[in-house]
Nanobody
């Protein structure tokens, strides 16, 4: 099993920045892909960004150019650097991990961290 713990969420003004972190523990050697999803109230959970062990990335069009996914394999940690935040970025952000080679990792989930962007 793999456990994921997110941190770094909070309240930020529109145009501001936040950095989310997700630390993996347990059978981390089995992880291939890691990623971030988000879910706004009343909406489905959608992929924000994902990265495989060999560096293949997928970033949602809605955040491209503003968000960056960074993986530190030495620390079994993945980060989401979020810049130029907008009110529509408000959501609960979930970290995910998967033993498969996929740009839609969804086997393991963190508990989520709230990001609120205020205008």
């Amino acid at each position: 099993q793999v456990q994921l713990v997110e941190s770094g969420g909070g309240l930020v003004l529109s145009g501001g920045s936040l950095r989310l972190s997700c630390a993996a523990s347990g059978r981390t050697f089995s992880i291939n892909a890691m990623g971030w999803y988000r879910q706004a109230p009343g909406k489905q959970r959608n992929l924000v960004a994902a990265i495989t062990r060999d560096g293949q990335e997928k970033v949602a069009d809605s955040v491209k150019g503003r968000f960056t996914i960074i993986r530190d394999s030495t620390k079994d940690t993945v980060y989401l650097e979020m810049n130029s935040l907008k009110s529509e970025d408000t959501a609960v952000y979930y970290c995910s991990a998967d033993p498969r080679y996929t740009i839609n990792p969804n086997r393991y989930w963190g508990q989520g961290t709230q990001v609120t962007v205020s205008s």
